[in-house]
């Protein structure tokens, strides 16, 4: 439309010189003056027809989404543009299925779309490159999170808030027990959750139990078996160099761990646990330790939180190689056939700002995606703990191997899910499941075998 309006204003400039070319001297001012003006008209809010622009969002919980709905409001007072937000399904599965329902019918559905970082491979071919909108703020992100949305030197989705696995902890309960730090490794940690455990119960809480996580068949539990795995030189399930390393007796003891976790110091449902019934748990004060993205801080310090002033969060216990969290965290892409594209980048680019984020670190206690934002007094003040999280999104990450395999992670991670889950249910024995995950993974992916790769805890 502004094109068509310029081209038809140019040819009119052409038309009047012509004719007027004695008087040039005063035609040219008005026509500039007229041109202007046109160009004004169109691009003002006042005449732009009102959009709206279709958002599918991630968050199904209550808190976030209203947070989301403020952010978006601002948003449609600062440009005119409105935006309808879409609720999502709970679980990761879920949520990718439906994705993919809208973006495969090839009609054009919401504009903008919360993408999971392991997303990026299998979903590209349906977003728009970002990077000629967005290479400046992209080369001040944390480099592995621009890498994890990045398919073929396209930039599929910008980042707007980083995940990492934390370990939350008690810090009253650490204190009546006589702990001073939060467990370093995880010999540590099931001690301590089973004596904490013991305690409490005999004090009368018999729902209380030491270490809650995410154990249910969904992508929560490749991230947590992960950094079981990936923390004692187990590997990533698929390396950098394409080759399958996860049939290694690393990654066998970490899920052998994992399963005589369930029913000692983990709830015997545990294995049916997603992030928010581990957060149930936890906030009711029925545990000691609980693993968790940032995203648990909001409700865990919630007025009406019984443990609201009792906790604190760590990087997560460590093995051999260290320690380490899964890298998540979800980003927006453009639908390539969005009719309001360039209204979508403008949503995109707000909803990514510096200041947006800062808001977001405040309200949400949400990490931001850019590091120079963890210097600020208004962004640490709040979150003390985010000083340990820029450190952790250097050096203590391990990503799950979505960019290697491309269109096939989906296909890998349930094979993985499968395996592990059938270990802490009991149903296989570890090297059992592994060897067969291994076979599968040959089959499925066509790379070769291999050892994990060095110090695996990194991306
Ligand atoms: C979080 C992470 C995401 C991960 C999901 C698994 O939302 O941000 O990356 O896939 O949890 O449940």
């Known amino acids: 439309m502004l094109m068509k309006i310029q081209r038809v204003v140019a040819q009119g400039i052409r038309g009047h010189y012509a004719g007027w070319s004695n008087s040039g001297k005063m035609v040219r001012p008005i026509c500039i003056v007229l041109l202007s003006l046109l160009l004004e008209a169109c691009t003002s809010p006042s005449v732009r027809e009102p959009v709206t622009l279709t958002l599918l969002d991630e968050w199904p919980n209550k808190t976030f989404s209203e947070a989301r709905q403020q952010e978006l409001q601002q948003f449609t007072r600062e440009t005119g543009i409105r935006v309808s937000l879409l609720p999502s399904p709970e679980s990761g599965r879920q949520k990718l299925v439906l994705w993919r329902e809208l973006l495969g019918t090839g009609a054009s559905g919401p504009d903008v779309y919360a993408v999971d970082v392991i997303w990026s491979g299998m979903l590209a071919e349906y977003f ?58 995880w010999d540590e940690l099931e001690i301590m959750a089973a004596r904490i455990q013991a305690g409490e119960r005999a004090k009368g809480k018999k729902q209380f139990w030491g270490f809650v996580w995410q154990g249910a068949a969904d992508e929560g539990l490749t991230c947590d078996a992960l950094e079981w795995q990936a923390s004692e030189g187990g590997g990533r399930i698929i390396e950098e160099n394409q080759t399958i390393s996860v049939n290694n007796p690393q990654a066998i003891r970490a899920w052998q761990r994992a399963a005589h976790w369930v029913g000692s110091i983990s709830p015997p449902g545990v294995v049916g646990y997603r992030e928010w019934d581990s957060l149930n748990v936890w906030v009711a004060g029925d545990a000691a330790f609980m693993r968790n993205w940032p995203s648990a801080y909001v409700d865990s310090r919630a007025a009406g939180s019984p443990i609201r002033n009792k906790f604190d969060s760590a990087l997560l216990p460590g093995g051999k190689a260290g320690r380490v969290g899964t890298l998540g965290g979800f980003g927006f892409a453009v639908s390539r056939v969005s009719v309001h594209p360039r209204e979508a ?115």
């Open 128 to 185: 728009l490159d970002l990077k000629p909108y967005f290479a400046n703020e992209v080369s001040l992100q944390f480099p592995a999170i621009t890498a994890s949305y990045t398919v073929d030197n396209k930039l599929v989705a910008m980042a707007y808030h980083p995940d990492i696995g934390l370990l939350y902890y008690r810090t009253d309960l650490l204190r009546q027990y006589g702990y001073r730090e939060p467990p370093r490794t």
């Open 345 to 459: 980048l403008e949503l995109v680019r707000y909803l990514t700002r510096r200041d947006v984020q800062v808001k977001r670190s405040r309200v949400l206690a949400l990490p931001p995606t850019l590091p120079e934002l963890y210097n600020l007094p208004e962004v640490l003040e709040p979150n003390p703990r985010f000083d340990l999280l820029s450190q952790a999104f250097r050096a203590s990450i391990v990503s799950r191997p979505s960019n290697v395999t491309g269109k096939k992670y989906q296909n890998v991670t349930d094979t993985y899910i499968q395996a592990v889950h059938s270990v802490l249910t009991g149903e296989k024995s570890a090297p059992e499941a592994a060897a067969a995950l291994e076979n599968e993974l040959v089959r499925t992916t066509g790379f070769k075998t291999g050892p994990p790769l060095g110090k695996s805890a990194h991306p």
